[in-house]
């Protein structure tokens, strides 16, 4: 019924409980999830959760925001997408976000690296033909000026894809739209602090939307500040349903389908 289209079931405090997590994902009619890579050096723990369950499939890619890990060539991409469950490319994009705390009192500037890393990631997709994970942070117009320099406007796609764990403005929701990209909400939709987000998932159409975890992160109330995990997913459903006053079940069903559709390796 339920689709959790990113999750890091490869970190520690989840794969530690992963029997757990499956029993709980099945009482919760979560049926599937997405196994997101975020370093080459951890892309053969993610890969191996998809091998081992046929419910699961991987990504391939390296976090924006990591650093001091191995950078990937276009082909090192390429190789590991065309290995079996692996659908998509990411997760990938920009993050400005924190530069005096986070990043040490750097510039814009000096994140080139950060960029060369996104490109990288576009042209690996557009080769292959699978869709991007985008995860962008304080960092929306260089996110989508590279996104259009590297032919992916829209009208050439060749990826295609989804920004992950959306937060930005409605003016980017509409850009991103506009570039045939999905967009997918996350549990801070519940939170109570979030009714320009929640403004946001009124205004995305139902058939460009998936809903997530990206746990272990960001539990959606009422576990906010507890370990996320993809059981919780339908919390993240039924506030959209509420947002867009729909039933529960069509959001499940909606949300699955563009799932199948974005990420066609699912079926195959």
């Known amino acids: 019924m339920f689709t959790d289209s990113h999750c890091h079931l490869n970190f520690p405090e989840l794969v530690s409980q992963l029997p757990a997590i499956r029993r709980a994902m099945a009482e919760a009619q979560v049926t599937r999830a997405l196994c997101i890579c975020t370093t080459m050096e951890e892309f053969e723990g993610v890969h191996a959760l998809a091998l081992a369950h046929d419910n699961f499939w991987s990504t391939v890619g390296v976090h924006p925001d990591n650093e001091g890990v191995t950078e990937p060539s276009v082909q090192d991409l390429l190789d590991r997408a065309a290995l079996p469950r692996v659908v998509a490319i990411g997760e990938t994009g920009l993050d400005y976000y924190g530069m005096e705390d986070r990043k040490g009192g750097r510039s814009i500037a000096d994140l080139e690296w950060q960029r060369d890393r996104f490109r990288t990631h576009i042209r690996a997709a557009r080769a292959c033909g699978k869709p991007l994970i985008i995860h962008t942070r304080s960092a929306s117009d260089d996110t989508l000026a590279i996104l259009r320099e590297e032919g992916e406007d829209g009208a050439g796609n060749q990826a295609g894809g989804v920004f ?105």
């Open 164 to 268: 992950h764990c959306f937060t930005e403005s409605m003016q980017v929701a509409r850009a991103a739209l506009d570039r045939g990209y999905y967009i997918s909400f996350s549990g801070i939709v519940t939170f109570k602090s979030a009714q320009e987000l929640r403004d946001v998932v009124a205004f995305v159409p139902l058939d460009r939307m998936l809903i997530e975890t990206d746990s272990p992160y960001l539990a959606p109330v009422p576990y906010r500040g507890k370990t996320n995990n993809p059981s919780y997913v339908p919390h993240v459903a039924r506030q959209v349903a509420e947002t867009k006053g729909l039933a529960l079940e069509v959001v499940a069903e909606a949300t699955s389908r563009n799932f199948d559709r974005l990420f066609p390796g699912v079926m195959a």
